[in-house]
């Protein structure tokens, strides 16, 4: 148990919808997701930036979030932290330091965009 203190972490997934012509899955239903529950997550949400935009002022909020073990997640999915729904921004990854060959587990990145 690496994270006996960390936070708990809700992935949610989108119901896949299939296009009626062509019979493939063109979009996600996110009204009714699958939910994964992740507990003992650490999660540094140390990154917030404004938008540069003059129709919008938003602020986005990076997350990195490191689970306490492997757990099915992928890109597509989002993520509940602390009450935000955020999107899972690339391929969630399994690093491995070079020094060592210390595998800490998954690596998650997130982001959540408010305004």
């Known amino acids: 148990m690496r994270h006996p203190h960390g936070e708990t972490v809700t992935r949610l997934r ?5 296009d ?7 979009t996600l239903d996110w009204t009714t997701p699958t939910t994964l529950t992740i507990p003992r997550c650490a999660v540094d949400d140390s990154k917030t930036r404004e ?4 129709n919008r002022n938003a602020v986005v909020t990076d997350f990195v979030v490191w689970p306490d073990g492997q757990y099915d997640v992928a890109a597509g999915d989002r993520l509940i932290i ?4 955020c999107e899972i921004v690339g391929r969630p ?7 060592t060959g210390d595998e800490p587990g998954m690596e998650l990145f997130a982001n959540v965009w408010e305004g």
Do not use: K
């Open 14 to 18: 989108g119901v896949p919808v299939t």
């Open 20 to 26: 009626p012509y062509s019979t493939e899955a063109t």
């Open 51 to 54: 938008t540069h935009d003059p």
């Open 82 to 85: 602390r009450g935000l729904t």
């Open 93 to 99: 990854s399994t690093p491995r330091n070079p020094f």
